[in-house]
């Protein structure tokens, strides 16, 4: 069996019974790996760092150090609400390190989106070390690694900030508890932990974030009208029910601009352009068809309260032949 293939011993997970066998297995062989030593774990608050952190604090309770690192490309009110769920209604072990001008200083004029994929992979990793440097003991680093990361990573589709961007001179042994399951695996077993149900079922978040939503080279004033006009997606989503029936969905804006009309006189700005898809193990993706009255609202909303923005456009390409993320 190759080492990118799913254990034989592996059974897909479908049932509350199957996930807490699971458990029990990974909570055995954690704590077979890790000893009496200390784990840190890059909790970005998404589906899979949490559910690898209830899978370890189970393990190895405070053993593990969350460590949330805001790169500067958390969607809006992203750290703020990995803080209060973390750190003061979970009671985790949560160091919060703000990295924005690090991460965006060294993506500055880089438009390859692999480069920006393996800097901010690596820019992880470091902030990490210098984390580990104050603590003792450490010698672990967890992630949230699952199989389509893997499976994209190895076949060149793309590569992940949590395989294809680590650095060969890695100091930790990595714990990766649910690198062999798919997305809807990872949340059956998050809710057999017992997390809330809204964290479990949360739209997935990539590991750079904004930074490939940011399409070419990121700028700081593209990055915030980004942000605010994704803030507005989603909060429309929320409003007219298909927050809970959309798998994914979020703003891209890439880096061109067109000519419009603001106010009577000629207005250039960025595109907003929505994504909305529906999958199960994210190697497969449809598209979820929105009620054009909805569309209309969304539009005038980014179009009216974000400054950059002069048009709003809608992807309608399936996985495959486009990817989820446009970069």
């Not at 979970?90 to 880089?110: I, P, R």
């Not at 820019?123 to 389509?148: C, D, H, N, S, W």
């Not at 497969?284 to 569309?295: M, N, R, S």
């Not at 974000?306 to 992807?315: H, K, S, T």
Request: aromatic letters at 8%; hydrophobic letters at 40%.
């Amino acid at each position: 069996m190759s080492e990118f293939e799913r254990p034989e011993t592996l059974k897909p997970i479908e049932t509350p019974a199957q996930a807490n066998a699971f458990i029990e297995e990974k909570i055995n062989e954690i704590r077979a790996q890790v000893g009496d030593k200390k784990v840190l774990l890059a909790l970005s608050g998404g589906v899979d760092s949490s559910v690898v952190a209830a899978l370890l604090i189970k393990a190895v309770g405070k053993q593990l150090i969350c460590v949330h690192v805001n790169h500067g490309l958390m969607r809006k009110g992203e750290s703020e609400q990995v803080i209060e769920i973390f750190g003061k209604e979970l009671d985790a072990n949560l160091v919060y390190v703000d990295a924005t001008d690090g991460f965006l200083g060294k993506l500055e004029g880089v438009a390859d989106p692999e480069e920006k994929r393996h800097i901010i992979g690596a820019e992880f990793i470091r902030v990490f070390e210098e984390e580990a440097r104050k603590q003792e003991g450490i010698e672990f680093l967890a992630q949230g690694t699952i199989y389509p990361d893997i499976l994209e990573s190895k076949s060149g589709v793309k590569s992940h900030h949590n395989d294809g961007g680590l650095p060969p001179d890695l100091q930790f042994t990595l714990c990766e508890p649910v690198k062999f399951l798919y997305k809807n695996e990872v949340r059956m077993v998050g809710e057999a932990l017992g997390l809330p149900h809204a964290m479990v079922y949360r739209q997935p978040f990539p590991g750079p974030g904004l930074g490939v939503r940011c399409l070419g080279a990121i700028t700081r004033d593209r990055l915030h009208a980004l942000r605010e006009a994704d803030a507005i997606l989603r909060e429309e989503f929320d409003n007219c029910g298909l927050a809970g029936k959309v798998w994914q969905y979020f703003i891209s804006v890439p880096d061109l601009k067109s000519v419009g009309v603001r106010d009577g006189k000629r207005y250039e700005g960025w595109p907003a352009i929505i994504r909305a898809v529906n999958s199960v193990d994210a190697m497969t993706a449809t598209i979820e068809e929105i009620p054009y009255a909805v569309l209309h609202h969304i539009t005038y909303r980014i179009t009216h309260e974000v400054e950059g923005i002069n048009r709003v456009a809608l992807d309608l390409t399936p996985k495959p032949i486009g990817t989820i993320e446009w970069e």
